[in-house]
């Protein structure tokens, strides 16, 4: 149990919680919902399963990683574009991560339990990430916790916490979600959110549904590699994926049901964007029995799940230079922590200072946002399967799953969809994107 709660606890974060509804309801609901599950089902396992198992067979750092199995080759620049992503996402990461730990503040105020009428909360919302200082403080608060943490390279601690944070967390959004479901109105967000239209895709949603699977799952930059490489031989890689992966899309989905019922039971709107989450939530916990006990204990469940999955991005990054580099880790972990809280700077005040300072009527936030999770990531993951489908082999691979008597028993599956339906999915996807039928 230990490796699954330590795998989910990188994949379990902001990504299920506070992007996926707001994707979700920029794109349109539930049709968009399917194509993320097809995602998750034809590209995220497979790829999962690729990572955990180079990361075991080698025991080393992405860049390392390949860099062993396929010496001299190109194929050594998979580990290099996933440092590069996993640099980037953390950028803005740790913003987001920031303004969890200011509603936690903020929760414990008693800022977020009385709101007179719903549309206040996203004010609130809204002032509180334009406010710069405010939102600097949260955001060198989350980095420097962050780095504290992997400084020590001690996750044991954290990994066990996680065996008890992630029930608690599921625990919690039932709660929330019996809520939500009962209020005035719910069932035209169980609409929106379950029932499929289909003239609402288009070929950028598409993308974005495949992108938030890698996201979701942090897949396609390593940091499956790295937490495989950490694995026993003994431990069973088929089983753990299917964990991580039924768990990580069970606290999406479920957050799904707990927010857009409320959002059209409130009369607020989807499309909200980034702000989604901290918007219709704290209308949730006003007036609802305990609300203040909740509001407390969900956004300090989110903080500490946004907490674990940067460790794992961070790690990444330090974990190539102090294995490709020869730095050492405290070295490492405080010249990259400190670089990538200066980057993510201007993300954070793409809300406030910078909202107007657009390019391609993007923010800065935007932009690193799309470029790491629609584009490395997906190709992050797509020149994974190919190499593990093509090059470094699926022969090889499959000894490298079943090492300890385990045996795979949809290695068929896998096969086929790592080396066929993975990478062309991923293409199509890139394809259509580019050369858009319409
Ligand atoms: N999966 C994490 C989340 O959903 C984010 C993440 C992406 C972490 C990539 C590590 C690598 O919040």
């Given at each position: 149990m230990g490796f699954i709660m330590a795998a989910s606890g990188s994949a379990v974060g902001l990504g299920n919680v506070w992007k996926f509804p707001y994707i979700v309801g920029e794109n349109g609901g539930g049709a968009f919902v399917l194509v993320y599950l097809i995602c998750i089902a034809v590209v995220g396992l497979p790829i999962m399963l690729s990572e955990f198992t180079v990361g075991r067979k080698t025991s080393l750092n992405p860049v390392g990683a390949f860099q062993q199995l396929?010496?001299?080759?190109?194929?050594?620049g998979i580990g290099f574009m996933g440092v590069l992503a996993g640099f980037l996402i953390l950028s803005f990461y740790g913003v987001v991560g920031g303004w969890t730990l200011a509603y936690v503040v903020k929760a414990l105020t008693h800022?977020?339990?009385?709101?007179?009428?719903?549309s206040e909360a996203g004010k609130f919302f809204g002032t509180f990430i334009a406010s710069t200082g405010e939102v600097m403080f949260y955001h060198a608060l989350f980095m420097g916790i962050t780095i504290a943490i992997v400084i020590r390279g001690v996750h044991g601690g954290i990994e066990k916490a996680c065996d008890i944070l992630m029930p608690t967390l599921v625990v919690m959004l039932v709660i929330l979600m019996i809520r939500a479901l009962t209020l005035d109105g719910a069932m035209e967000g169980l609409k929106f959110y379950?029932?499929?239209?289909?003239?609402?895709?288009?070929g950028q949603s598409i993308l974005v549904a495949m992108g938030q699977a890698f996201f979701s799952l942090s897949l396609g930059m390593g940091a499956m590699i790295t937490y495989g490489s950490?694995?026993?031989?003994?431990?069973n890689l088929t089983s753990a994926t299917l964990y991580v992966v039924l768990f990580d899309t069970l606290i999406a989905l479920l957050m799904g049901l707990v927010i857009f019922p409320a959002v059209f039971a409130m009369g607020l709107?989807?499309?909200?964007?980034?702000g989604l989450v901290f918007s219709v939530l704290p209308a949730v916990f006003t007036g609802m029995p305990f609300g203040w006990v909740v509001s407390i204990l969900f956004f300090t469940l989110l903080a500490i799940a946004a907490l674990t999955s940067a460790i794992s991005l961070l790690e990444v990054v330090v974990a190539y230079f102090i294995d490709?580099?020869?730095?050492?880790r405290k070295k490492s972990v405080l010249t990259m922590g400190l670089v990538i809280f200066v980057i993510g700077i201007p993300s954070g005040l793409s809300f406030g200072l910078l909202a107007d300072s657009q390019l391609f009527g993007m923010t800065f936030f935007n932009h690193v946002d799309n470029i790491s999770s629609n584009y490395l990531l997906p190709l992050g993951g797509m020149l994974t399967a190919i190499f593990v489908g093509w090059v470094w082999g699926t022969k090889e691979a499959h000894k490298e799953i079943e090492r300890h008597e385990t045996t795979f028993h949809w290695a068929g599956y896998w096969e086929f969809v790592v080396r066929y339906i993975a990478p062309v999915a991923v293409a199509i996807v890139f394809l259509a994107k580019f050369f858009p039928t319409d």
């Open positions: 396929q010496p001299g080759t190109p194929w050594v800022s977020l339990d009385q709101f007179t009428n719903p379950l029932y499929p239209d289909f003239s609402k895709l288009t950490y694995l026993p031989a003994r431990e709107e989807p499309t909200e964007g980034p490709q580099k020869g730095w050492g």
